[in-house]
Nanobody, 126 residues
Framework: QVQLVESGGGLVQAGGSLRLSCAAS????????MGWFRQAPGKEREFVAA???????YYTSSVKGRFTLSRDNAKNTVYLQMNNLKPEDTAVYCC????????????????????WGQGTQVTVSS
């Protein structure tokens, strides 16, 4: 089992940047594929980005070119660097983890993840 704790959210003006972190407990972090999802008020949870055990990444189209997902297995942490933020990026951002047998697998559906963090608020003002 793994516990996830997000940090790095906050209030930023449009065009600004934030870096979210997701720290995982446990000694098997490298065996997990990781993902980020977000949920804005009144909207459904939305996939943002995912990363495989070996660092292959996949992004939803609305953040491609602006967000970068990376992982540091030595620190049991994934990072979501968010640049050129827009008001529509405002949401609670949650990270998720799933045990992946394949080193290259990543997952885009929230139903594929077993472990979730509590989330961190990101607010982008116009």
């Amino acid at each position: 089992q793994v516990q996830l704790v997000e940090s790095g959210g906050g209030l930023v003006q449009a065009g600004g940047s934030l870096r979210l972190s997701c720290a995982a407990s446990g000694r098997t972090f490298s065996s997990y594929a990781m993902g980020w999802f977000r949920q804005a008020p009144g909207k459904e949870r939305e996939f943002v980005a995912a990363i495989s055990r070996i660092g292959s990444t996949y992004y939803t189209s609305s953040v491609k070119g602006r967000f970068t997902l990376s992982r540091d297995n030595a620190k049991n942490t994934v990072y979501l660097q968010m640049n050129n933020l827009k008001p529509e990026d405002t949401a609670v951002y949650c990270c998720a983890a799933e045990t992946a047998v394949s080193r290259t697998a990543y997952y885009v559906s929230p139903t594929e993840y077993d472990y979730w963090g509590q989330g961190t608020q990101v607010t982008v003002s116009s």
